[in-house]
């Protein structure tokens, strides 16, 4: 019974992905149609178009393949590097929260948990203004730079995890020579791998598909993100003509998120001293 | 090796908890020495000040001749084995033993395998690293990871993992108590066997009086954050310093009956016949709820003072006896009269009887309260009633409370 609850579950939720594959290898004529609603919705292409993919790639943006690789590169930069910032930004203020004793500890920790209270289009006036007086619109930087400054959920992420951590380890290594930088290094961040693999998954699946932020600070199509490149390209071939090279657009778009899902997928379930520390 | 000086050495915790009391201590060169007590007597809160992972709040604490109050960890040259190993689950058997070494490179970071500095150091510390392996039988460990090892395993590689360093000092926190018996038994004599051969400083923190008789050089006992006595075990077994350290070490723990002395002309008498130092001071009686107790004469420096005052005497288990079928016979046709004089006789019930293959503990409940005795395997049944006899010449007098302190032998 719950078997079939979940079979249910994962069918209705697939099901759009589903119908985006058999649409990306439609022709273009039978896509049409059928988002016309002069055909009804087939669930299996008649003839896969395989050659819809490189030529919806090639469409992206004016210059033909430059816009996809030019999205391409900008959405993998932006990514690692906001992946690399905020896992190392946020587990390293955790590491402080959970582990150091300092005036104030426990209000600052509020207060950074307050800012997880704050919408997101509240300070996008602001954030816009203070961008563009630092000279970065239109650059990959505002994109960047704030996730070198940590992210309240993923600092209150670490900090629980980093709590639980035996005392010992920490005396250990401290006896052994290193001091709070090295310990957040050798010690902390390595036993945190659970909530490292959680921070970078959700991270990067978020700033890949993060829309709004390239929307707003880049301009040019050169430093456009994939997801803002290919709203570009629904604009031009969002007619119902070529619905079927945006999907084939859209699921080159998810892979990368995929694949990252499923790898990092082990990571999560993964204890926490796996035996290092009795009792 | 090093010697460690702790000089009216307090803590307070910030709530006002006080865990050690002006502690004053010598640990000479090559020493192995056990801090043993209760747990919250201070031992450990005392091996961290130690170690610097807690500050003292007051007094000196100086390794080597050098205050290091002030002094950072690392900065000490001490290395500690942990309760809880604390081995870094991360890390290979070997990243764990070399951990330690891999913070006090010269040469380190990314590039160092690129350089020769960084290789010739990286290979001398793989070596050291093998060497130490080798020396606690744990070279085919090295690229395990410590949830893949048993708890004997693990303890080697702390115990390693503190030896790589090669400090000044070794601390120990209670390392053998969550192995089984039969494991810490082995440890303990490895450990016994290690310091011997490394002929460090050693300080041992540990709750079980039983290690710390068979380990110790020099035993600290420890109550309420007060030194209560330091000595050679022997020393601390035999002459304990009060009624707190007399409890504490030894097993079964030593009987305690209250009672009070009185001197006996009749047993003087024949103690002065027995000889010169008997002859010196008077003996005299123990009279308790369940009788009379002859004391020797030439045990305590001088029992007239304490005569007539309310104290506690201390019986070890192992100094009473069952008395046989014959010896009961003769007991009882001629009263209350012990066979020697330095014996004496207490009746009760066997409350119980637990049997050990070499030798039994025989719990006995008199009118004085309750008696342990150990002694050679009988065969008795619980219930019984039964006579016992007490070797009084290794018995000890206290006075009153849970820190009575001991009267003098002489």
């Given at each position: 019974?719950?078997?079939?609850?979940?079979?249910?579950?994962?069918?209705?939720?697939?099901f759009p992905l589903w119908w985006m594959t058999v649409t990306s290898l439609q022709s273009a004529s039978e896509a049409g149609a059928a988002v016309t609603g002069a055909k009804g919705l087939s669930l299996w292409p008649h003839e896969a178009q395989v050659d819809n993919y490189p030529e919806a790639l090639a469409q992206?943006?004016?210059?033909?393949?430059?816009?996809?690789?030019?999205?391409?590169?900008?959405?993998?930069?932006?990514?690692?590097?906001?992946?690399?910032?905020?896992?190392?930004?946020?587990?390293?203020?955790?590491?402080?929260?959970?582990?150091?004793?300092?005036?104030?500890?426990?209000?600052?920790?509020?207060?950074?948990?307050?800012?997880?209270?704050?919408?997101?289009?509240?300070?996008?006036?602001?954030?816009?203004?203070?961008?563009?007086?630092?000279?970065?619109?239109?650059?990959?930087?505002?994109?960047?730079?704030?996730?070198?400054?940590?992210?309240?959920?993923?600092?209150?992420?670490?900090?629980?995890?980093?709590?639980?951590?035996?005392?010992?380890?920490?005396?250990?290594?401290?006896?052994?020579?290193?001091?709070?930088?090295?310990?957040?290094?050798?010690?902390?961040?390595?036993?945190?791998?659970?909530?490292?693999?959680?921070?970078?998954?959700?991270?990067?699946?978020?700033?890949?598909?993060?829309?709004?932020?390239?929307?707003?600070?880049?301009?040019?199509?050169?430093?456009?993100?994939?997801?803002?490149?290919?709203?570009?390209?629904?604009?031009?071939y969002?007619g119902l003509d070529d619905v079927h090279l945006l999907m084939a657009a859209s699921i080159v778009?998810?892979?990368?998120?995929?694949?990252?899902?499923?790898?990092?997928?082990?990571?999560?379930?993964?204890?926490?001293?796996?035996?290092?520390?009795?009792? | 090796?090093?010697?460690?000086?702790?000089?009216?050495?307090?803590?307070?915790?910030?709530?006002?908890?006080?865990?050690?009391?002006?502690?004053?201590?010598?640990?000479?060169?090559?020493?192995?020495?056990?801090?043993?007590?209760?747990?919250?007597?201070?031992?450990?809160?005392?091996?961290?000040?130690?170690?610097?992972?807690?500050?003292?709040?007051?007094?000196?604490?100086?390794?080597?001749?050098?205050?290091?109050?002030?002094?950072?960890?690392?900065?000490?040259?001490?290395?500690?084995?942990?309760?809880?190993?604390?081995?870094?689950?991360?890390?290979?058997?070997?990243?764990?033993?070399?951990?330690?070494?891999?913070?006090?490179?010269?040469?380190?970071?990314?590039?160092?395998?690129?350089?020769?500095?960084?290789?010739?150091?990286?290979?001398?510390?793989?070596?050291?690293?093998?060497?130490?392996?080798?020396?606690?039988?744990?070279?085919?460990?090295?690229?395990?990871?410590?949830?893949?090892?048993?708890?004997?395993?693990?303890?080697?590689?702390?115990?390693?993992?503190?030896?790589?360093?090669?400090?000044?000092?070794?601390?120990?926190?209670?390392?053998?108590?969550?192995?089984?018996?039969?494991?810490?038994?082995?440890?303990?004599?490895?450990?016994?066997?290690?310091?011997?051969?490394?002929?460090?400083?050693?300080?041992?923190?540990?709750?079980?009086?039983?290690?710390?008789?068979?380990?110790?050089?020099?035993?600290?006992?420890?109550?309420?954050?007060?030194?209560?006595?330091?000595?050679?075990?022997?020393?601390?077994?035999?002459?304990?310093?009060?009624?707190?350290?007399?409890?504490?070490?030894?097993?079964?723990?030593?009987?305690?009956?209250?009672?009070?002395?009185?001197?006996?002309?009749?047993?003087?008498?024949?103690?002065?016949?027995?000889?010169?130092?008997?002859?010196?001071?008077?003996?005299?009686?123990?009279?308790?709820?369940?009788?009379?107790?002859?004391?020797?004469?030439?045990?305590?420096?001088?029992?007239?003072?304490?005569?007539?005052?309310?104290?506690?005497?201390?019986?070890?288990?192992?100094?009473?006896?069952?008395?046989?079928?014959?010896?009961?016979?003769?007991?009882?046709?001629?009263?209350?009269?012990?066979?020697?004089?330095?014996?004496?006789?207490?009746?009760?019930?066997?409350?119980?009887?637990?049997?050990?293959?070499?030798?039994?503990?025989?719990?006995?409940?008199?009118?004085?309260?309750?008696?342990?005795?150990?002694?050679?395997?009988?065969?008795?049944?619980?219930?019984?009633?039964?006579?016992?006899?007490?070797?009084?010449?290794?018995?000890?007098?206290?006075?009153?409370?849970?820190?009575?302190?001991?009267?003098?032998?002489?």
């Amino acid at each position: 019974m719950a078997f079939l609850l979940l079979a249910l579950g994962a069918t209705i939720s697939l099901f759009p992905l589903w119908w985006m594959t058999v649409t990306s290898l439609q022709s273009a004529s039978e896509a049409g149609a059928a988002v016309t609603g002069a055909k009804g919705l087939s669930l299996w292409p008649h003839e896969a178009q395989v050659d819809n993919y490189p030529e919806a790639l090639a469409q992206m943006g004016s210059l033909r393949w430059q816009g996809f690789l030019d999205a391409l590169a900008n959405s993998t930069v932006v990514a690692s590097l906001v992946v690399t910032g905020t896992v190392l930004s946020s587990s390293l203020v955790a590491f402080a929260f959970a582990r150091l004793r300092f005036r104030a500890r426990g209000l600052l920790f509020t207060l950074m948990l307050a800012t997880m209270m704050l919408p997101g289009q509240v300070v996008l006036i602001p954030l816009f203004l203070l961008f563009r007086y630092l000279g970065w619109v239109d650059t990959l930087l505002p994109l960047i730079v704030p996730a070198f400054f940590g992210s309240a959920f993923f600092i209150f992420m670490y900090r629980q995890f980093m709590a639980q951590i035996p005392e010992a380890l920490f005396e250990a290594a401290r006896m052994d020579g290193y001091g709070p930088i090295g310990l957040w290094w050798h010690v902390a961040l390595p036993l945190s791998r659970p909530v490292t693999a959680t921070t970078a998954v959700f991270t990067f699946i978020w700033c890949w598909n993060d829309f709004l932020g390239p929307l707003i600070y880049l301009q040019s199509e050169s430093q456009m993100t994939l997801a803002v490149a290919l709203n570009g390209f629904r604009s031009q071939y969002g007619g119902l003509d070529d619905v079927h090279l945006l999907m084939a657009a859209s699921i080159v778009t998810m892979i990368p998120c995929l694949l990252i899902f499923f790898a990092a997928q082990r990571h999560f379930v993964e204890g926490l001293s796996r035996g290092g520390v009795k009792g | 090796m090093a010697e460690v000086l702790l000089a009216a050495v307090s803590k307070v915790y910030p709530g006002g908890a006080r865990a050690v009391e002006t502690l004053d201590l010598a640990i000479g060169h090559g020493e192995f020495v056990v801090l043993v007590g209760p747990s919250g007597c201070g031992k450990s809160t005392t091996l961290r000040m130690i170690a610097g992972l807690e500050d003292a709040t007051s007094g000196e604490l100086s390794i080597d001749g050098r205050v290091v109050n002030e002094v950072a960890p690392k900065d000490r040259d001490v290395a500690m084995v942990f309760q809880n190993y604390a081995l870094y689950p991360h890390l290979s058997v070997r990243g764990n033993l070399s951990f330690p070494l891999e913070q006090r490179r010269h040469h380190g970071g990314i590039l160092s395998r690129f350089t020769a500095a960084g290789r010739s150091e990286r290979a001398s510390i793989d070596a050291r690293v093998d060497a130490v392996a080798q020396t606690l039988g744990i070279t085919p460990l090295l690229n395990r990871k410590p949830a893949q090892l048993s708890g004997g395993q693990r303890q080697r590689v702390a115990v390693g993992r503190a030896m790589v360093r090669d400090p000044k000092v070794f601390l120990f926190d209670e390392p053998l108590s969550n192995l089984d018996a039969k494991l810490r038994g082995e440890m303990r004599t490895e450990l016994r066997i290690l310091h011997k051969r490394l002929g460090a400083t050693m300080i041992y923190v540990t709750h079980d009086q039983e290690e710390a008789m068979s380990l110790a050089d020099r035993i600290v006992v420890m109550h309420s954050g007060r030194l209560q006595q330091a000595g050679s075990p022997i020393d601390v077994y035999q002459r304990p310093v009060n009624r707190f350290v007399a409890s504490f070490i030894g097993t079964p723990t030593m009987n305690f009956i209250p009672g009070r002395v009185a001197i006996d002309t009749g047993t003087h008498s024949r103690s002065a016949e027995r000889g010169a130092a008997g002859a010196a001071t008077s003996a005299g009686v123990f009279r308790h709820a369940g009788g009379t107790l002859a004391l020797p004469g030439n045990r305590w420096r001088d029992i007239t003072a304490i005569s007539g005052r309310d104290l506690v005497l201390g019986i070890r288990p192992d100094q009473l006896r069952i008395a046989g079928d014959a010896e009961a016979m003769k007991i009882a046709q001629k009263g209350d009269h012990p066979p020697d004089p330095n014996s004496s006789i207490i009746c009760g019930v066997i409350a119980a009887a637990e049997h050990y293959g070499d030798r039994m503990d025989i719990v006995l409940d008199s009118p004085s309260g309750r008696f342990t005795a150990r002694c050679p395997p009988v065969r008795v049944r619980e219930g019984d009633p039964c006579t016992m006899i007490a070797d009084l010449s290794a018995a000890h007098l206290f006075e009153v409370g849970e820190c009575g302190a001991a009267i003098a032998l002489s």
